[in-house]
Every structure is written in C-alpha cells, then in structure tokens.
C-alpha cells in the first residue's frame, strides 16, 4: 500500500522547523505533498506562486516530496490527492487546541483521512514564520531559521517590510 500525506500550511516562508518536519515525514510516508494553502484572508509577505519556488527550490533533493496549493477545504484537495494522512507539527502545549480542533473537524468532514501530529525538534520549536518576519524586518538576524535561499529572498522583499511599516 502507498501512503500519501499531505502536510499543509501557509509556509510564509518556510522555516527550518517546517523543513525539519518535512525531512522527517519523508521517511515515514510514499509520498509526502506539502500544500500551500491559497484562500488566506491574512494578507502574505510573499504570493503563492514565489512560495512555490521557495519551497520546490528547498525540497527537491527529496524525492518522494512534492509541492502543490490549495483553495476551499482539506479534505478535498486530500480526496483529490489520494492523500489518506494530514501531517502537522506541534511545538508546545499552545498548538495543541487549534491542532486539536483542526483534526477533530477533518475528521468528522472526511473520516477516513487521518491527522499524524509529530513533535517539532526541540531547537526549532520556538520558530515560526511570523516571528521570523518580524525579527528580520527589525533588523534581526535569522540564519539558522529559515534555508539560507529564503533568506537571500527576505533580503530582498525587506524594503517592502519597511515601507509597509512607514
Ligand atoms: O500554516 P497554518 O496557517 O497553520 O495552516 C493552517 C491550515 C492551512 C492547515 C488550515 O488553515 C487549513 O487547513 N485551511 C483550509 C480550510 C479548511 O479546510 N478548513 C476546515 C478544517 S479546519
């Protein structure tokens, strides 16, 4: 049997915690679909289009993991993925009530597809891209957060930080 999961999310950008979880989850799954959310009401730093590239350019020395984007609900674009597990990171304690009540109601839209909770390394549980932009447009550094290729991308998108911040 071929496992397909799908691990979905705003990856706005990417973090080292999010690639963590992604190299790990290879190894349980055939195949492992990471999905970008594209319905976002929250306004993103950077398009759906230019997350692809950030995440294809990343993820392609692992080869059963692929890049895709979703609009309207998970369960569908698992249905249409073949995808039978949702996989999702928890960092502490505070993820675990909107993780909790994001699977119990997958569940109970689709109840045949599963939700695997894996725990984020512990050196990158404190990461997450919100912060990381934050730090960053403040004049923080962020290597050792993010790829160095998501960095080199927020260089450039900074004056955008600020200008939004003026
Ligand atoms: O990276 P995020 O913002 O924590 O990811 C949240 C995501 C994309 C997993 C969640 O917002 C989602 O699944 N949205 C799709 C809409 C949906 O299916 N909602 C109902 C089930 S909770």
């Known amino acids: ?12 950008p990417i973090t080292n915690g ?4 992604i190299q790990r989850g ?4 055939d195949r492992l679909v990471v999905s970008i959310l594209r319905n976002e009401t929250k306004e993103p730093l950077f398009s759906v289009e230019e997350r692809i590239e950030m995440l294809r350019e990343v993820l392609c020395v692992y080869p059963n993991v692929e890049v895709d984007s979703f609009g309207g609900l998970l ?3 698992a249905a249409a993925r ?3 597990v949702l996989l999702r990171g928890i960092r502490a304690i505070s993820d675990y009530e909107y993780e909790l009540q994001m699977a119990l109601m997958n569940r109970r839209l689709q109840p045949g597809l599963e939700t695997v909770f894996m725990m ?4 990158y549980s404190f990461i997450s891209s919100r912060l990381v932009k934050e730090v960053f447009s403040l004049g923080g550094s962020i ?8 960095e080199e991308r ?9 200008n939004k911040e003026a």
Do not use: W
């Open 1 to 12: 049997m071929c496992v397909i999961a799908i691990y979905p999310g705003s990856f706005d």
């Open 18 to 21: 999010h690639l963590d979880l």
């Open 26 to 29: 290879s190894r349980l799954f």
């Open 75 to 77: 369960v569908d674009h």
């Open 82 to 84: 073949s995808a039978t």
């Open 120 to 123: 984020a390394n512990e050196i």
């Open 143 to 150: 290597t050792g957060l993010v790829p160095p290729s998501v």
């Open 154 to 162: 927020l260089q450039r998108r900074l004056p955008k930080i600020h």
